[in-house]
């Protein structure tokens, strides 16, 4: 069974760095993308970037370039979203999926809060 | 950039009901179309791939249909564990979500 297992909740304060992780099991790692997603307290979903496993290159949605790294760690299986410094609109609900045809496995998703 | 626009926002639904969900992308993106359910406090759900083949697990009571530009979700008889928010997504030039439809209980 393909499994995403994403890091637990965070609460930051504004100008904090943040790394939240994604582990994936259940499959040959390197063969399918990891999209990471963005969704705003009540809001909808967006994309905002993706990571190849296979060869570590990753394409950011334009929104989040500058904004946000993404990173994988292919020993452990593991894919990365970091900031360098949070600000009180980066407070959303993160998942990571991935990528078949559409977003096929969801983690569960990583509350981070970012408040003073 | 591609748009993709959903309507309506909001239906409001018996259950037994038929519910239409329509998406409309800015340029045609032939059939490389995917529709999520989402439920409060949960990640979404895949339910649809390629505008209408159904991922697995996924009740039949679910299609899609649509090519080029405009597509459409249809739940059959709508049943008490399908009220939820729905997403349509293109992934024909990199992904890009709907802003949902919100499926309510009238």
């Known amino acids: 069974e393909v499994l995403l297992v994403q890091s637990g909740a965070g609460v930051k304060k504004p100008g904090e760095s943040l790394r939240i992780s994604c582990e994936a099991s259940?499959?040959?790692?390197?063969?399918?993308?990891i999209a990471w997603v963005r969704q705003m307290p009540g809001k909808g979903l967006e994309w905002m970037g993706i990571?190849?496993?296979?060869?570590?290159?990753?394409r950011y949605n334009p929104s989040f370039q500058g904004q946000v790294t993404i990173s994988v760690d292919t020993s452990i299986n593991t894919a990365y979203l970091q900031w360098s410094s949070l600000k009180a609109s980066d407070t959303a609900m993160y998942y990571c999926?991935?990528?078949?045809?559409?977003?096929?496995?969801w983690g569960q998703g990583t509350m981070v809060i970012v408040s003073s | 950039d591609i748009q993709m626009t959903q309507s309506p926002s909001t239906v409001s639904a018996f259950i037994g009901d038929r519910v239409t969900i329509t998406c409309r992308a800015s340029?045609?993106?032939?059939?490389?179309l995917a529709w999520y359910q989402q439920k409060p406090g949960k990640a979404p759900k895949l339910l649809i791939y390629?505008?209408?083949v159904l991922q697995g697990g996924v009740p039949s009571r679910f299609s899609g249909s649509g090519f080029g530009t405009e597509f459409t979700l249809t739940i059959d008889s709508l049943q008490a564990d399908d009220f939820a928010t729905y997403y349509c997504q293109q992934y024909d030039n990199y992904w890009t979500f709907g802003q949902g439809t919100k499926v309510e209980v009238k």
């Open positions: 259940g499959y040959t790692y390197t063969k399918k993308w």
């Open positions: 340029q045609t993106i032939s059939n490389w």
């Open positions: 990571v190849i496993p296979r060869d570590s290159d990753v």
């Open positions: 999926a991935t990528l078949s045809d559409g977003m096929d496995v």
């Open positions: 390629k505008a209408s």
